[in-house]
């Protein structure tokens, strides 16, 4: 069978998967896998057990990606469609089947390095004055929209917030890479990810994406809000991973970071400090059916979004996620913050860091017309962080938490949320049951699990 693109290393001696059977591993995979001797700089070895869950489909009762028929990505893939690439270049090529194929078509994407997608076709690396629009520079910015001489009531306007604009669109034509339907991203080596850029599902369905570092996704030309807080913000556009209404989504034993590129080391403009990360997994426009299990989240601060507005009520019936298993290590919030949806957040553990050290607002946010479930949970804080700090009320009034831990002990979390807003009237009455929750544990086993196994080649 000839390979539709010579650039791409292709295994080709998986036999072809059957929904409800186990996945078989020909001899010939592991005798094709790339190795690398001791002192060797090439290429990292691939793991022949990440090869094996290429084609592994969503357990059946594993949150909401189970629902409707369940979510297994490119597992049906040919073999001529299944890809192992290394650069940015790679990628792109072969999650659109180099153009041999129509879009939909099954397909496995074996990432076997850490992918920069900051770089051009031929893996230069780019910066922003490669994206920046000629009519756009940051002294000019600065000196415009200044709120000393701008107004403080008014956000920027004009040719250069436009051509500001213009470059955040020319970045992210490079670095967002978008992931077509019926897709499996899987990582095979140690190293295995993406930084610089990341990964956008839009309008698509069934999508699985797992063992993958995600890192350092930053946004070169972030825009000032002067009404956002009393102060004014920097805001930022682009996420590690979004989902805009996408479907049937499964994202498994991933790492997301912000790499090397710390937030405390950016510069203080109009007297905040410059943004260049936002989400690090963002779940919005009406996305729904999505499991997100095993990841480790770490000290980052806005992480994780369920639903992008109060007023988008085409998210109402909609945004059902379910979170377990996951490591939210030391981040600042949203994990998750919820508006709109059912989602039910079990068997995580959140490390909290000392606020002194690192800055902590809340963890799970409970937004407009939300309705979470919250079960056996782990929270490890500092004693400087009172229970009623762990759940914060975004216009919401319906939650339900049962069995889960605060440094060892029970916790109620909706009595934490009732004590921290009297004068609201909150309901443990959901107006749901979770049923696809296979593998919900007690609280008192999940810290050490989720430590061992959560993160990308866990």
């Not at 629009?133 to 415009?144: E, H, I, M, P, T």
């Not at 991203?185 to 993406?194: H, N, Q, S």
């Not at 000032?224 to 996420?239: F, S």
Request: net charge neutral; glycine share 10%.
């Amino acid at each position: 069978m000839q390979n539709p693109n010579p650039n791409l290393t292709l295994n080709l001696n998986f036999p072809m998967w059957r929904r409800g059977a186990l996945t078989l591993i020909a001899a010939g995979v592991l005798a094709a896998c790339t190795t690398t001797g001791p002192g060797s700089t090439g290429p990292a070895p691939i793991d022949p057990a990440r090869v094996a869950q290429a084609r592994d489909a969503l357990p059946e009762n594993d949150g909401w990606a189970a629902a409707q028929g369940g979510t297994w990505g490119g597992a049906d893939a040919k073999p001529e469609h299944v890809y192992t690439v290394r650069t940015r270049a790679e990628l792109v090529r072969a999650l659109t089947l180099g153009g041999s194929a129509p879009a939909g078509t099954p397909k496995i994407v074996q990432i076997a390095a850490m992918i920069d997608l900051s770089t051009d076709d031929a893996g230069r690396p780019l910066g922003e004055a490669d994206f920046r629009d000629s009519a756009f520079s940051w002294g000019a910015y600065l000196k415009a929209y200044d709120p000393v001489t701008w107004s403080r009531d008014k956000r920027p306007e004009g040719p250069l917030e436009e051509a500001r604009k213009r470059s955040v669109a020319r970045q992210a034509a490079v670095t967002i890479v978008p992931v077509p339907t019926n897709t499996t991203l899987i990582g095979v080596t140690a190293d295995a990810g993406l930084k610089h850029g990341g990964l956008m599902l839009e309008k698509v369905d069934n999508v699985v994406i797992r063992h993958l570092r995600f890192e350092d996704t930053r946004d070169l030309f972030p825009s000032w809000d002067p009404k956002d807080g009393p102060q004014g913000e920097w805001n930022t556009e682009h996420d590690n991973l979004a989902l805009r209404g996408a479907s049937q989504v499964w994202v498994d034993h991933c790492s997301f970071s912000d790499g090397e590129h710390q937030p405390e080391r950016e510069p203080v403009w109009f007297g905040r400090r410059l943004q260049r990360h936002d989400g690090l997994l963002d779940i919005t426009l009406a996305s729904t059916n999505v499991t997100v299990s095993w990841n480790h989240f770490r000290a980052h601060d806005k992480t994780t979004l369920v639903g992008g507005s109060d007023s988008l009520k085409s998210d109402d019936g909609r945004l059902k996620v379910t979170f377990h298993h996951n490591w939210w290590d030391e981040v600042g919030q949203r994990g998750p913050r919820v508006r709109w949806g059912e989602v039910h957040v079990f068997n995580n553990l959140y490390t909290i860091a000392d606020p002194a050290r690192h800055r902590y607002v809340y963890s799970i946010g409970v937004g407009v017309s939300s309705r979470i479930v919250s079960q056996a949970n782990v929270f490890e804080a500092p004693a400087s962080v009172p229970a009623t700090q762990l759940v914060k009320l975004w216009k919401g009034s319906h939650f339900r938490d049962e069995g889960s831990l605060l440094n060892g002990r029970p916790v109620d979390l909706f009595a934490a949320l009732q004590a921290a807003n009297p004068s609201e009237k909150l309901s443990r009455d959901v107006g749901w049951q979770p049923y696809l929750s296979a593998g919900l544990q007690p609280a008192g086993e999940v810290a050490a699990r989720v430590r061992a196994g959560a993160g990308a080649g866990k």
